[in-house]
């Protein structure tokens, strides 16, 4: 199955912490990071910190849907993640934002992502990778969110 997530981070070394966390996924089990966008740094959106940076990774995975979030979630916990209230600010975020064309609907995950569509720091990440799930409506209804996208990285 091919998964989308989004991964944002605005607090310690957020540029290298999403930099390891893309490393990190391809080795999660069963898994392989198949592309990337690059790195894009916005302004908190109905959240407080720092600025974030942000990117979206595609997987291969074996893994089912809620295998994957309890592994992303693991991601998030091992980065120190805490969530002591809603919109904190965050070492790492990671969203499942599409498991294929799976539509799913619970208390703990919801596919596709619901709010995919309102947020320029996923759509523009997400156009890098696959770019027929980005409609210029899409791009149009966030024209107005700051977001930079962030030089590649020289080795």
């Known amino acids: 199955m091919i998964a989308d997530v989004a991964l944002g981070a605005n607090l310690g070394d957020a540029l290298q912490t999403v930099r390891q966390t893309l490393e990190a996924l391809s080795s999660l089990p069963g898994s392989r990071l198949i592309a990337h966008s690059r790195l894009y740094r916005t302004a908190p959106q109905q959240a407080q910190g720092p600025d974030f940076i942000n990117a979206v990774a595609r997987l291969e995975t074996r893994l089912t849907a809620p295998d994957l979030l309890d592994a992303l979630q693991a991601l998030e916990h091992q980065a120190g993640r805490l969530r ?24 703990r ?38 977001i930079e996208r962030l030089p590649p990285v020289v080795s």
Do not use: K
């Not at 596919?111 to 149009?140: C, G, I, M, Q």
């Open 84 to 107: 002591p209230y809603m919109h904190a600010p965050r070492t790492l975020d990671l969203d499942l934002l599409f498991y294929g064309d799976a539509q799913m609907h619970s208390p």
């Open 109 to 146: 995950l919801m596919l596709p992502h619901p709010r995919w569509r309102d947020r320029a720091f996923v759509l523009y990440p997400l156009a890098d990778v696959a770019p027929e799930r980005v409609s210029d409506e899409d791009l149009t209804r966030v024209a107005g969110q700051a």
